[in-house]
């Protein structure tokens, strides 16, 4: 049985109006006191803010969707052009 499949089973054991749980190991110490110490400023726990921020991430575009849409405009500059641009800047934020 995959994770997966394990999950939505136990999920079927919970009242319909429950949500999904998430569970993510192996968080990097500096990032957890990060997050504890941004919901603790917030008078939130860190379940409800990370709840709150993960709500927020899934309302946005995915990368595709935003490209396709930026890309469906008359901006003046080819989508080959923007996705470069977006495509170094990432690269710059991950060093």
Same mark, same amino acid.
Not at 6 to 27: F, S
């Given at each position: 049985?995959?994770?997966?499949?394990? *999950?939505?089973?136990?999920?079927?054991?919970?009242? *319909?109006?429950?949500?999904?749980?998430?569970?993510? %190991? +192996?968080? $990097? &110490? +500096?990032?957890? /006191?990060?997050?504890? *110490?941004?919901?603790?400023?917030?008078?939130?726990?860190?379940? *409800?803010?990370? /709840? %709150?921020?993960?709500?927020?991430?899934?309302?946005?575009?995915?990368?595709?969707?935003?490209?396709?849409?930026?890309?469906? %405009?008359?901006?003046?500059?080819?989508?080959?052009?923007?996705?470069?641009?977006? %495509? &170094? /800047?990432? &690269? &710059? $934020?991950?060093?």
């Amino acid at each position: 049985m995959t994770n997966y499949a394990h *999950a939505d089973r136990m999920h079927d054991d919970y009242p *319909a109006d429950m949500g999904r749980i998430i569970q993510i %190991r +192996d968080v $990097d &110490e +500096d990032d957890y /006191r990060g997050l504890a *110490a941004k919901a603790a400023a917030e008078g939130l726990s860190l379940t *409800a803010y990370l /709840r %709150r921020e993960l709500h927020q991430l899934a309302q946005l575009p995915s990368m595709a969707e935003w490209l396709e849409r930026a890309t469906d %405009r008359d901006w003046g500059v080819s989508g080959e052009a923007l996705e470069q641009v977006l %495509r &170094e /800047r990432h &690269e &710059e $934020d991950d060093l």
